[in-house]
């Protein structure tokens, strides 16, 4: 297997190579931060998707991912939203519905972002419309209660699906439908207050994720995640789930320990980057 020096993202304007290990590089030094201000504040927090795999696989980033993406109890966010602020000002700045009125619900609740980066994502639906900047990025999910009534769940998220449909069409006729967007919010929050008022024992994703199949929502249960372990990742320790294959097995699938044919083993959420700078080149 190649190692991350050996996936090129692209070449610079002086011929250099941009390869997955530079991005592996800020992106650890930006987990690290994450995970001292989430520590001095008692904000529990895991890795999840490809970034819980790295983990668990590589002990570390998988050699061929360009993100990494963490995942919080809704409580816990909020009180991250409160802490976010604290970070070096210098190298950090955040996006999120919350701060950016323009920002897309209809993915990862907030992105944290590094100073004096540039990258373009792939994104088939909208481009980025925070105007504050479009530095690498760490992805935040929050994590929320599930209904634990499989109709009640499938319902909810067609719901969201018709909603994100909407949502999107209004944003790509260059419009903020503001009203509707803070309707899905609500709607969003309401379903997870109402399980976990119901006595649910699962969580994952809120419904603003969209992108599972909703007869097939990302869900464990919370005895699966909590308490979270420190995990050896690169030349540190990070949070993974108490029980990461529970998480593995629904989010990337049974076998998710064999490595993925040699044309899948690729960088794909960047289309451009600029670790120099925050514009393109």
């Known amino acids: 297997m190649k190692n991350d020096n050996d996936y090129v993202i692209k070449i610079d304007k002086n011929g250099e190579p941009v390869t997955v290990a530079q991005v592996h590089t800020v992106l650890l030094e930006m987990l690290k931060d994450l995970d001292a201000i989430c520590k001095a504040n008692d904000i529990p927090y895991y890795l999840t998707g490809g970034s819980c795999l790295g983990a668990v696989r590589h002990n570390g980033f998988i050699p061929w991912d360009d993100d990494a993406d963490v995942g919080m109890m809704y409580e816990d966010y909020k009180r991250f939203l409160q802490v976010v602020k604290m970070m070096d000002s210098s190298k950090y700045y955040y996006q999120c519905f919350d701060t950016h009125k323009e ?11 590094r100073k004096n980066t540039y990258v373009k994502e792939v994104n088939s639906l909208l481009k980025n419309k925070c105007t504050d900047g479009d530095g690498l990025f760490i992805d935040v999910f929050i994590v ?21 449909v909407v949502v999107t069409f209004f944003e790509n006729m260059m419009r903020n439908p503001l009203w509707l967007k803070t309707k899905y ?49 690169e030349d540190t320790m990070l949070p993974i789930p108490k029980h990461p294959d529970a998480l593995l097995e629904v989010e990337i699938g049974g076998v998710y320990m064999e490595y993925p044919k040699g044309k899948m083993q690729a960088p794909k959420h960047i289309v451009d980057i600029n670790l120099k700078g925050d514009t393109p080149e």
């Open 144 to 164: 929320d209660f599930v209904d634990e009534r499989r109709w009640v769940d499938f319902l909810c998220r067609l719901k969201s699906l018709l909603y994100m």
């Open 185 to 233: 919010w609500k709607f969003i929050r309401r379903y997870s207050a109402k399980a976990k008022k119901r006595g649910s024992k699962t969580i994952g994703y809120d419904l603003s994720w969209t992108f599972d199949k909703p007869w097939k929502p990302v869900a464990y249960k919370k005895a699966d995640i909590y308490p979270v372990q420190y995990h050896v990742f």
């Open 103 to 113: 920002y897309n619900v209809c993915i990862p609740a907030m992105k944290l972002r």
